[in-house]
């Protein structure tokens, strides 16, 4: 049976629990969202006693399910002010699955200045203390965590960023190959885990009792129909785009599409955008002998992971992600490929969201602080925040507050979270997602660009208003329920296109725990998933004006389409009325 523990920094207890009647049925993004909106008063601040951060692997962590390994970290984010749920891939759901975890619950606050960390395995849980590790960088954190635990313990855990209490501040996971690089990156999570006084989990599968099933010979049948069906799709099949050239083979793609958000959302093409490439990217690093097909995940058979290494063989990063390239390339006018790879590793080392930080510095750049297409600026930039400077703890505040510190209004967010890569008045359906999401600017809330650019699903025109707020809806329950069985969401490329694949979903669920959902079912979990965080949102004072994008997007067009965003309020405010 599935258990949860609940860590007390302010009175140093742990304590493990039998999941109450209205948690049991609930796993990653759904259990994340139910604590908080049961225990965390909307009201209060996210940095204070009263917030709870909830880490939760998926309800298929564990088991023999391809791409399961998927982690929920949960709490009210000092950065949107509302409900968050961060979603990272990694190896420690899939340990905390194996030994029969839930959930871990951090709450309260510690004296000033205390700092502990969680050490879990098949014996239980400790809490220990921390202040060796004290403003140590993920990287070197991690490295001495392993001396201490082995290599292949999974690591959750701050950098700096996060015992600042940033609100850009990621949670980071271990990758496959033991480096901090997966991250947690949206919402502030990693502040939150800052201000509970916690620099890490560590988490030892060995030994681990496994995952129970209830039906095994049936769900063992469910995870091949289902795995193949991720090997059949052109997008996730070995050899496919996801496989050769990583999640950055949508440069080239959206870049066409005239949706790259370029210079701080001015523009929809960069001139620059070969040269960042997944396909350059690709050749870079297989001319220098790095890996350029990797899982950094658990349980993936996707493997769009890859590891980037310099001119001299050297490890930098893994993974250097469409995301992050944009952010840190397009969006701040660079196309040096190196320059935005040591800004990844320097995030991923602070503890730094990349799309976050990236939005902040191209606000910045905006501002004229640096010019657009100086890498080495933006590179010391990101050195202030790891420092803490004043002009550091401004970016490192996020894109709104860097916005108001500099007094541009052109300021590329929604719930003060920063836009992700894809201009919405060009890929309209993602920014009705954008709008309306309870997470704020979140592209993986409903990704709307499969089926808007990418054609998978069907076909709805991105530069058209009609259909985009049926289409952002669907996908977004969809998204909820997805995010609470732990899978990627790069599933929805297969399971869209291939019904077996999507069938097989509800079937390994029953499987598993005895239930009989059918896929009615599951959709139906997906907008509870959505009605639950859409209260705590509202009891937390947000309203329909929050549900909006900037003004810039429906008065300025967008060039080469001169296309805005005009997805009619009335329509946004309908999105999620269920």
Not at 206 to 215: E, F, I, L, N, T
Not at 504 to 519: E, F, R, S, V
Request: hydrophobic content about 40%; overall charge negative.
């Amino acid at each position: 049976m599935r258990k949860l523990i609940r860590v007390d920094s302010a009175k140093g207890t742990v304590q493990w629990e039998d999941l109450v009647p209205e948690y049991a049925p609930l796993g990653g993004r759904a259990l994340t969202s139910a604590i908080v909106a049961r225990e965390v008063p909307p009201l209060c601040h996210p940095l204070e006693p009263g917030n709870k951060l909830v880490v939760a692997p998926g309800l298929l962590a564990g088991t023999t399910c391809a791409n399961s390994g998927r982690l929920s970290v949960g709490g009210k984010s000092p950065l949107t002010g509302g409900i968050k749920e961060s979603n990272v891939g990694g190896n420690a759901a899939i340990k905390l699955g194996k030994l029969g975890i839930a959930g871990i619950v951090l709450e309260g606050q510690p004296e000033a200045g205390k700092l502990f960390y969680l050490l879990v395995n098949k014996d239980g849980a400790q809490l220990l203390p921390a202040e060796e590790y004290k403003g140590l960088g993920n990287y070197d954190l991690a490295s001495k965590l392993q001396d201490k635990y082995g290599k292949k313990v999974g690591i959750v855990s701050v950098g700096p960023a996060g015992e600042m209490k940033l609100s850009a501040a990621s949670v980071a996971v271990t990758s496959t190959n033991g480096t901090p690089s997966r991250h947690a990156g949206r919402g502030g999570m990693g502040a939150v885990m800052g201000s509970k006084g916690l620099k890490a989990i560590v988490v030892d599968d060995k030994g681990a009792p496994g995952v129970s099933y209830h039906d095994k010979a049936a769900f063992r049948e469910a995870a091949v129909v289902f795995r193949d069906a991720l090997w059949e799709h052109a997008v996730t099949k070995p050899g496919g785009g996801l496989a050769v050239y990583g999640t950055n083979v949508l440069t080239n793609i959206i870049n066409e599409a005239g949706a790259l958000p370029t210079r701080n959302f001015t523009e929809g093409r960069f001139e620059g955008a070969q040269k960042i490439s997944g396909e350059t990217m690709h050749d870079v690093i297989k001319e220098r002998g790095g890996n350029t097909t990797h899982a950094g995940c658990s349980a993936c058979v996707i493997q769009c992971s890859n590891e980037y290494v310099d001119e001299n063989k050297n490890y930098v990063t893994s993974a250097l992600e469409y995301e992050t390239i944009w952010a840190n390339g397009a969006n701040c006018g660079i196309d040096d490929l190196d320059a935005i790879a040591q800004i990844d590793r320097l995030c991923d080392d602070f503890g730094l969201d990349t799309i976050e930080t990236g939005c902040a510095v191209g606000v910045a750049m905006h501002a004229g602080i640096k010019s657009f297409g100086d890498a080495q600026g933006a590179i010391e930039l990101v050195h202030e925040i790891g420092k803490g400077t004043p002009v550091g703890r401004i970016l490192g505040s996020g894109a709104a507050v860097t916005g108001q510190a500099y007094g541009v209004s052109h300021v590329p967010v929604v719930k003060r979270q920063g836009l992700p890569a894809y201009d919405p008045r060009a890929v309209k359906g993602v920014g009705v997602t954008y709008a309306t999401s309870p997470m704020g600017a979140d592209h993986t809330a409903g990704y709307a660009v499969a089926t808007n650019i990418l054609k998978v699903g069907g076909f709805v025109d991105p530069l058209e208003a009609a259909g985009q707020a049926e289409l952002s809806r669907n996908l977004q329950v969809a998204t909820a329920a997805v995010d609470a069985a732990g899978l990627c969401v790069f599933i929805a490329f297969a399971v869209l296109d291939i019904p077996s694949g999507l069938e097989a979903i509800p079937k390994m669920l029953n499987a598993q725990y005895g239930l009989n959902l059918t896929l009615e079912d599951v959709t139906e979990f997906g907008k509870q998933i959505l009605r639950t965080e859409r209260e705590f949102n509202k009891a937390a004072g947000f309203t329909v004006a929050d549900d909006r994008l900037p003004e810039f997007f429906a008065n300025e067009p967008l060039a080469p389409h001169k296309v805005v965003f005009d997805v009619e309020p009335e329509e946004l405010d309908e999105v999620l009325d269920f």
